[in-house]
């Protein structure tokens, strides 16, 4: 079968090509490896990315150099550990623009981050009848969590709905705010539709009625400039993993204030000042939310990953990536029997899509004969399927490293799955 690639390509797109790529590609060892005899285009970056060498010699040279706990010894090695984990935690702290780096809490990912405000901020708060606001677009750790919480206080889960195109309506976001609401948790970018929700806007609205904020950014931190003050948020939750950082490592930034409000999430080590069996008296931020011993490798890597990003031009890659989504959008659009799924016009990175007459999954298993990765199924964003009255998408995201080519392959594979699947 011939494969069409459409001629249109945007002045816009164009000038997009001549980002210098390859020098950031060799800055990712693992692609430059093969995958079933084809060189590897890895389009499953919202799920993880892949990690840049500076991140991986950080991993293995605090493993080999200084392996050691950390707030615990008097010793030379851990106190290099602690160092250089307190380091990452200010750095991580700049990145964000956050006031304080006590306002940063090291946590396993986003999902975490999410359980620990549910279980401190939502015990402490939420009562019978009180509303908890998500939306239609959240990850199952924007929901779930909320579930577990409301179910105990008897408080009610409130859902904003969307449009078919995958946008938020706002009007209704409104009129569901009220007295009851005790928080409002939102997602910045639907990983399964790749929209870009308006929380400043969104959480200014919240503020209006003296409503908390919290921001599931899992999507959006490793693709644009995430700035807390200026988004005036109180929690931003975000995974290490999917910022060319380490997997099990991830962020809480809350307010100071209410952190500091917040009783612990969990007990243990590092995070008291002093337990008798009578009574503990906990330690201060960020260490009260921190108990027992962290993952110490990746709070530094992570760090590393931060620097990572901050010494390239961040602006230019934002541009890039969307130059690429435009392309890949309109390329796969051009498909006979491709339907694109999430049409919001503010996306990133992000780009589901359904085949006529082929599950997801079958496509997903061709592309990766020809050494594509893409991920397919519900993208544990089931409501978001069900609302769109669909069991799964295959999703193609993309990253900094990504190449228009790659793109171009994605749409040859796409022509082999219609080859094997037609009648
Ligand atoms: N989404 C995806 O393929 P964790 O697993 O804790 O690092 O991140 C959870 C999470 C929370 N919110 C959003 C918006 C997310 O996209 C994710 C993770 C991956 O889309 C794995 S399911």
Redesign the pocket.
Known sequence: MTMAISPTISPEIERHRTFDVDRIRNDFPILDRSVNGHPLVYL?N???SQKPTTVINALTDYYQEYNSNIHRGVHHLSQKATDAYEDSRSKIGQFINAEKSQEIIFV???????NLVAQSFGRKNFAMGDEVLITAL?????IVPWQMICEEKGAKLVVVPMTDEGDLDLDAYRRLLSQKTKIVAI??????LGTINPIKEMIAMAHSKGIPVLV????AVPHMVVDVRDLECDFY?F????MYGP?GI?VLYGRKRLLESMPPYQGGGDMIKSVSFEKTIYNDIPHKFEAGTPNISGGIALGVAVEYLCSLDRASIGEYESSLLDYATAQLSSIHGVAIIGKSKNKASVLSFVLESVHPHDIGTILDMEGIAI?TGH???QPIMARLGISATA?A?FAMYNTFQEVDALVRGMYKVIEVFKQ
């Open positions: 499953d919202a799920a993880t396993r990912g986003t999902t975490e981050a999410i959240e990850h199952h750790s924007n997602t910045h970018v639907s990983n399964a599931d950014g899992a999507q939750a995974s290490g993993h999917k997997t991830g991920r993208h544990c964003a999703r995201s």
